[in-house]
Structure formats: structure tokens, C-alpha cells
């Protein structure tokens, strides 16, 4: 949610923390803020419920002191208190000993609080994260020879929660991170020692980074100090940044980050197959991954990779009768799993809260947890028995979108290679999906551009439509699904979608003159039916298929609103079109944004929500 950096550089800190800042702005942007040590030993802090600029224009307005190379910024999700500056981070203590910035939630901050201000301690804001100022400086006021590093240990073990904390010292200049159950990465260059909670802030600066664990204590000076178990320890091994930093930007010709990322899905889905084709009828795809056998497939989720861990686990079943489902992993305490069952857990960012939190609910048997993550380095990465990367590459907006089409195809990929390694798919058989599977990107870039012709139109249409229903049958049910998620996220629009064959149990009801309502068209006769009923009560009907829909982004072969290329299967001659109609997905994401931009919405940072949702 958060996004929180700090560096110790030889040059103005600012000049790192202000870009870094907003790259990680799509992780919180409720408020901003930095607090940059000076030259005559004082903190300068600056915050604001703007954005990044303002933060710029106050620095550029100050006088004093010269600013030094050592700071920390943050940018805030509200969890805990209203949108204000004064709850905007960086916070400080009653005397200025230590500004904080925090990402997570402390749960047991209220008791800390009360007992804090019994103690005589004065708060400032309405946040959870400030009792972690006060805390630290109880201990360093409290005659400890132990100093800052101390005082943030004994910090740490009174709280309950989760976090990732910076603790600049005021008179020193020293610079500490530590973390729980929340991302922290740390990396060196020549440009200096930095920390974010997202490698994305300081890509520009360096080629490589580590990763901090669970209770690791790190002071960014010369040289780096790494503190494991309150012991100092050599640093991990550090891992190479695998992408460019000029995914960060927008070029000339991009309108915003989610319309480049959904042009980027045909040339994303060409380099995964590129990547896992050649291993996936052979069955090597899945023997690498070194997982036991098993007799059941639940994929775990939230949001959209929900909706994608949908279609895998429906592959796991049509490919090779797996009995499956899909659980929503805030739900997950409520669900039964036996000690055969493969957990295979989805997260674009790895660190979403929820997820983690459920793999320490579900009981399962050992071994059998596969990380499907866009983040190989990870907390859900590192946790899991075996990771697969969906190789989405940046996704910078905050709706996904080219991160669904990648775990989808990735998944499915893994789907198929297990049955071919355990004999129920024939590798001719599986040659013949993979040969249709290369044929998506094509399909996707067709998507692109008949929506790009046919959705203007269709937007000015229904932009004061305070409501949307989108339906489906069989596997279009689950497409249906992530396009009202989509337009819910972007235009702030009510969005349902259903399975056209519940319509008369109840959602027709909503249904009145003028009433959109989008409609993925499959090869099921009884769909027609359905479009009846709701074009009856004069509803606005916008169908994504074949030649003559609304939007025709799927082939003329009525096979083909399921997915073309369909193969029959070695038990029972069971049929199955990988993932159904991927490319339908497109028009939706296009309509989402179109109404958005049509509305007024920054569609790469929609109101109320984060990329990574690291707290519960």
C-alpha cells in the first residue's frame, strides 16, 4: 500500500527521493512527504495531501541550512486516521529525536498509544505509526547505552502488526531499516546506499538489491551494517535488476500507464510463450518446479488474479478432471484443504497481505504451495515450495491489466504441462493447445485494434449510465467478471456481472431503459435467450464475440467464442479451449478507460485503492 524509501548519498537527498517518490506514487497517494537531514544537524520535513510537485515547490521555497545526502520519504494509503498533513508521514517524536516512516499497520497501537501519552508523550496526529516515534525515543531518552539501534530493537519487540520502518536520527544523520511481514529492499551503487519498499523507486540508481527478512535490521552508512538476530552478519547475496528503469516513464506517444500496458499484452503474452511453449508438452515446465504429486488444485487469490486464478484452476480440471476451485484469500480461514491438495497461490506483487495471511490459515500438506508472482523475490516468492514467474514485466497503473493476460496464460501453461507430466494429456494432444496458445498474441493485437475503432462510440453512449451488468456463459463468466472489476476501479461506476443464466433469479431486476449491460458472447445457444430477456426491458446491450457483436474481436468460427483450436482429451473426449475467450478481456479494459478519461478519472491511480495491497 505505503511506499517508503530512504538513501544516504553524497548528494542533495532530495534529488533521489522526490523521483523515487513518485515512482512509487501508484502504491499510495493519499498524501507525501520527506524528511532530509541538514548540514547544522537539524531535520528539514515536508508534507503534503498533494502530490509529488508540491513537495518540490516547498523544498525549493526554504531557507537554512544546506540539505544533506541522507533523508527518507513516504508516500501514505490511508489505513489508520483521516487524509490530513498532519497524518502524513514522515512523523516525529515529542522532541525530534527520530523521524519514521512506516508501511503496515500496527495493531496493537492503541494500547501503545494510551500508554505512551500516560507516560507523557504528545501526539500529533491520529496514526498508528506514530507510537513507533515515541517508543523509540522512551528508550533513548531512557539512559540506554544501547543507542538508536537499541532503541528501534527494543521498539520492534512491543509492537504487534506488520511493517516495514525507516528511523533517521535527528543529531547523527544515521539511517535504520527494519522489517515484518512487509517488503524492504536495499541496494549500493556508486550513487550511494538506498532502501524502498518497491525496487521500482530506485531503478535508476543501481543494477542490483537485497532483500531484508523478517526482523532484520539494516544501518545504510559506510560501510553497510546488516543485523540479523541482533548479530551483525554479511549482507544476502544481491540479485540483479532484470528491466529497464524506462518502463518508470511515459514516452512521447503513450497517453498514460494503463494504455501502454494494455498495448504491451500481445508482445507480454509472445515473450512468456516464447519462454515456457517449449516446456510445456514435454511436462518439463511442471517437473522443474521439483512439487510432489497431487490429487487437487485450489488457487488462491485476490481481485483480479482471483479472476485469473479462476480460469487456471478450471484448466486443471478440463485438461485432466483435477477436482478444483478457487478461494478468495481473505475468505481462506473458512476453507478445508486435504494434505494432497496443490495450494497455487497468485499475487502480481507477491506481497498482498491477504494471500500471506492465508497460507498460514489453509492446512495443507507440505511441499505443495506454488508461488504464482510477478515478483520472483518476493514474500510470497520466498515462502512458497516452488515460484513461477508470469514475466508481466512493470505494471505501473494501478488496475491491472497486461498482469491478468500474463497469469492467465502462465497459468494455464503449468495446467497443461502437469497433465502431460502425469500421462493424462498426450504431448500430440498438448503440441495442438500450445499451437493454438501461439496464436494469442495476434488475437490480442486484433482485440486492440477493433476496440480502439469500436469503443468511442460506444462510450459516448453510456456515459451517464450510473450502472453496468456484465454476463456471461461457461468460461465467459469469469471474463465478464474482471471487466466489471474494471470499471468499477476506473469510472467509479456500479458494475455486476453474473452468469446470464441467474438473470431471473434476480439481477433482471435491475434491468431498465438504457440499462448497459455487456455481454461475452459464447457458443452456448441458451446465451441468446438471455440477451433476450434484457433487450425486452430495454436494456442497452453490448456484446463482445464474432462478426455482428458490438464489439467483434473473436474470429467468425463459432468455435471460437469458447477458443478456437479445441482438443480432445484422453479421458472421457472431454473438450477444452485453454484459456476461453482471452481476447475478450480487451474491449473491457478499453471501455473501462475510455469512460474514465470520458469522466474525468485518473485512470492510473483510481481513487481509494493501491497496486500492492501489503496490509489486510
Known amino acids: 500500500m505505503c511506499g517508503i524509501v530512504g538513501c544516504t548519498t553524497t548528494e542533495r537527498a532530495d534529488r533521489y527521493l522526490l523521483p523515487a517518490l513518485q515512482a512509487l506514487e501508484y502504491r ?9 537531514a541538514t548540514t547544522d544537524g537539524t531535520v528539514t520535513t515536508v508534507r503534503s495531501i498533494n502530490r509529488i510537485g508540491d513537495l518540490t515547490a516547498q523544498l525549493e521555497a526554504r531557507t537554512g541550512a544546506r540539505l544533506s545526502g541522507t533523508g527518507i520519504g513516504h508516500t501514505r494509503w490511508a489505513t489508520h486516521g483521516d487524509v490530513t498533513e498532519a497524518n502524513a508521514h514522515p512523523h516525529q517524536d515529542c522532541d525530534g529525536l527520530v523521524s519514521v516512516v512506516h508501511n503496515g499497520i500496527i495493531e496493537n497501537a492503541d494500547v501503545l498509544r494510551a500508554e505512551l501519552i500516560a507516560e507523557g508523550h504528545r501526539f500529533s496526529s491520529g496514526v498508528d505509526s506514530e507510537v513507533i516515534c515515541h517508543l523509540i525515543e522512551q528508550s533513548l531518552v531512557g539512559a540506554s547505552d544501547s543507542g538508536l539501534q537499541g532503541a528501534i530493537e527494543s521498539c520492534v519487540r512491543r509492537l504487534e502488526g506488520s511493517w516495514a520502518i525507516l528511523v533517521m536520527e535527528t543529531s547523527t544523520g544515521r539511517l535504520f531499516a527494519t522489517t515484518h511481514r512487509a517488503p524492504l529492499l536495499v541496494a549500493s551503487s556508486d550513487n550511494g546506499h538506498f532502501v524502498a519498499s518497491d525496487v521500482t523507486a530506485i531503478a535508476p540508481w543501481i543494477t542490483a538489491f537485497r532483500v531484508m527478512s523478517d526482523g532484520d535490521l539494516v544501518e545504510l552508512g559506510s560501510p553497510l551494517r546488516w543485523i540479523a538476530g541482533g548479530v551483525e552478519v554479511a549482507p544476502p547475496e544481491a540479485l540483479g535488476l532484470s528491466w529497464s528503469s524506462s518502463f518508470l516513464s511515459l514516452a512521447a506517444d503513450d497517453p498514460d500507464f494503463m494504455g501502454r500496458e494494455i498495448a504491451e499484452q500481445p508482445e507480454t503474452v509472445e515473450r512468456i510463450l516464447s519462454e515456457l511453449a517449449p516446456r510445456v508438452s514435454t511436462g518439463d515446465l511442471w517437473r522443474e518446479l521439483g512439487l510432489p504429486h497431487f490429487r ?52 502480481q506483487s507477491g506481497e498482498t497481505a491477504d494471500v500471506l495471511r492465508a497460507l ?60 502431460v507430466a502425469r500421462g493424462t494429456v498426450l504431448r500430440a494432444q498438448a503440441d495442438a493447445i500450445v499451437d493454438d496458445l501461439r496464436r494469442t498474441p495476434d488475437r490480442l493485437e486484433n482485440a486492440i485494434a477493433v476496440s480502439r475503432q469500436w469503443v468511442p462510440d460506444i462510450v459516448e453512449s453510456v456515459r451517464d449510465a450510473q450502472g453496468f451488468l456484465f454476463l456471461g456463459r461457461g468460461a465467459g463468466v469469469v471474463y465478464a467478471a474482471e471487466g466489471a472489476l474494471k470499471l468499477k476501479e476506473l469510472t467509479y461506476r456500479w458494475a455486476e456481472h453474473y452468469p446470464a443464466g441467474e438473470l431471473k433469479h434476480g439481477p433482471l431486476a435491475l434491468v431498465e431503459e438504457g440499462t448497459p449491460v455487456v455481454v461475452i458472447e459464447s457458443a452456448d445457444g441458451r446465451l441468446s435467450a438471455n440477451v433476450a430477456e434484457v433487450r425486452s426491458r430495454g436494456g442497452r446491450v453490448i456484446s463482445i464475440g464474432g462478426p455482428g457483436s458490438s464489439i467483434p474481436v473473436v474470429d467468425g468460427n463459432p468455435e471460437a467464442l469458447t477458443r478456437s483450436g479445441r482438443v480432445s482429451q484422453g479421458r472421457g473426449g472431454n473438450t477444452f479451449a485453454a484459456c476461453g475467450p482471452l481476447e475478450s478481456v480487451v474491449p473491457m479494459q478499453i471501455l473501462a478507460r475510455e469512460l474514465a478519461i470520458a469522466l474525468g478519472r485518473d485512470v492510473d491511480k483510481p481513487r481509494n485503492l493501491a497496486k500492492s495491497v501489503t496490509v489486510e
Open 28 to 36: 499510495g497517494y493519499d498524501s507525501v512527504g520527506v524528511a532530509i
Open 296 to 347: 487437487r488444485v485450489a488457487v488462491l487469490g485476490c481481485g483480479t488474479s482471483l479472476n485469473a486464478g479462476r480460469i487456471i484452476a478450471h484448466a486443471f480440471g478440463a485438461f485432466g478432471a483435477i477436482v478444483n476451485t478457487a478461494v478468495t484469500a481473505s475468505e481462506a480461514g473458512a476453507v478445508v484443504l486435504d494434505a494432497e491438495t496443490l495450494v497455487i497461490a497468485a499475487s
Open 360 to 419: 498460514d490459515e489453509l492446512q495443507t500438506g507440505r511441499g505443495r504451495v506454488l508461488a504464482l508472482t510477478n515478483s520472483m523475490h518476493s514474500t510470497l516468492a520466498r515462502r512458497a515450495d516452488g515460484v513461477l514467474n508470469c514475466s508481466a514485466g512493470p505494471e505501473i497503473g494501478v488496475a491491472a491489466t497486461k498482469t491478468f493476460v500474463a497469469q492467465v496464460v502462465t497459468g494455464v501453461c503449468l495446467a497443461l504441462s502437469a497433465m
